[in-house]
């Protein structure tokens, strides 16, 4: 990997120019050297990985974004060494936290089954909401992953209440966990998308790098060309190419440029146009991630900790252990 500083004005040299160090930026560029292009990589921040990055506070490693990542991603497979990543997997379960300090734990006791007992007692699903799940996850498992984005356009509330779910299981078990997921504790997030993750989540494990999520675009970048702090202003196309200015004033250029940038800015450089037949989404949905160190942990086990209070302001905690 080639890692620099802000450089000065160039013809980069480079067949493409991407803006953008993320998770996405990222793997185009690699899939793109790897078919024999030479490609350059510009990240306005000083750190890879956009959303999904570490820092180094003291002794302690602290994700700033995700969490955690999906091991059945059908791209994350193709794209990530998981051996090298030293992946540290949760557990299929899940502890809800509740009104009055009460714990609930629900998750798959087929690949968790000391979860079992206290899956079985959890006021949050009833005997029905139960036989709905098992029923729910043997359909999405016998259908290929990427037809599960496919369907009727409904909210993800409307889906699980079609399938039989009753009020108490979306309001104690799926508002706090696919809803802290999607940042969408109304559950109006498209019913494909919960069938995808839903099946994800079946096939695979939830899981985090022993070194931080910071692995990830770490590993991504280690063939690529990748200049930090540099920020695109604007984006020149003509017969010769594409022109990149930066806000240096520097001018790059290169035959082709993809932008893979946050919505807002993505617009902006590739000069979105109001009334365009397929605009760009814009805006953004924020969150907060606090880190606490403390002297004993709430949970001892590696599993998710979901805030299940209807006016919580915390959707997710989880205990990183000294194995981290």
Known sequence: MTLTGSRGAESTGADIIVV??????????????????????????????????????DSYTLDVGFIGMFTAYPAARRQFDYDALDLVRLKPSAVLRQEGGRAELVGDPLRDPAALPGDLSAAALTVKDRVVAAKLAAELLARPAHELLNGPDQTTRAYLLEQGFSERSLERFFTPFFGGLVLDRQLETSAGLFRYYFRMLLTGDVSIPRAGMSELPRQLAQELDVTL????????????????QTEAGDTLHAAQVIVATDPNTAARLVGEQPGAPRPIARGSLGSTYLHYAAPEPLERQRRLQLGALPTGQLNQVFWLQEEF
């Open 229 to 244: 702090g540099v920020t695109v202003t604007d984006i020149h196309s003509g017969p010769d190419g594409v022109s990149v």
């Open 20 to 57: 953008g160090a993320g998770l996405a930026g990222l793997t185009a560029a690699r899939t793109l050297q790897r078919a024999g292009k030479t490609v350059r990589v510009l990240e306005s921040s000083q750190h890879l990985g956009g959303r999904v990055w570490s820092k180094q506070v």
